[in-house]
């Protein structure tokens, strides 16, 4: 109660949190005030069994004082089981609050998270966002188309009817000058040198047939 005094005093509505604190302060205090009922009882328990004990000596002479100290004794541990039965409630509203102060938590951070998403949402439009992505989709295939039939022009355009014999022409007109060429320098070699041609000609084909002869070793060793 002190907790909620204070806060209204101040005109201020507690938040949730600090209620929970202030009734957690309230329920620890509630729980020490029984304990020490509860130690205070039994000290009166132990002492009226010391008593009951001494009269009970002569039982004769003090039989009524007897019945008053055993009824006392009845009231007492009754009072002292009531400690017990005060004391496992509190625990259990403690345990209660706990829980609710935990629920409290889950809830206040799930809030957070649904901020946070409606946020995002915010954010990130999905029909604006489905309609970019249908407009690159869009855009990409007429690229491709565009690029498929330019390459289809240019084809048309770089191999039109009779550029390929006109090619050739060209082709075989420059193998044509290249052996011309060749001949005339030829025809126009010492006869020294046509020697020598012959020779390395004749070295390469006694190279060739030895490179002929060693393979065929090789494969009938194999």
Do not use: W
């Amino acid at each position: 109660m002190s907790g909620h005094k204070t806060f209204s005093l101040l005109g201020k509505k507690p938040t949730a949190e600090a209620q929970m604190k202030a009734n957690k302060r309230q329920l620890n205090q509630a729980g020490r005030d029984i304990q020490r009922n509860r130690r205070d009882l039994e000290r009166q328990e132990k002492q009226l069994e010391l008593e009951i004990k001494k009269l009970a000596k002569t039982p004769a002479k003090n039989k009524e004082a007897l019945g008053v100290l055993a009824k006392q004794l009845v009231q007492v541990r009754k009072q002292k089981a009531r400690t017990y039965t005060a004391d496992s409630r509190i625990k259990g509203v403690q345990a209660q609050q706990t829980s609710m102060q935990s629920n409290m938590k889950l809830a206040n951070a799930m809030g957070a998270t649904t901020a946070t998403m409606k946020n995002m949402n915010q954010l990130v439009n999905p029909q604006d966002l489905s309609k970019k992505l249908k407009d690159f989709e869009q855009a990409s295939a007429k690229f491709e188309m565009t690029e498929e039939l330019m390459d289809s022009a240019l084809d048309d355009i770089l191999t039109e009817s009779g550029d390929e014999e006109e090619a050739d022409d060209i082709v075989n007109q420059v193998l044509d000058e290249i052996g011309i060429e060749i001949g005339a320098k030829v025809a126009g070699l010492p006869a020294t040198h046509a020697s020598s041609l012959g020779e390395r000609s004749a070295n390469k084909k006694t190279e060739d047939k030895e490179l002929e002869e060693a393979l065929a070793c090789l494969r009938t060793n194999n």
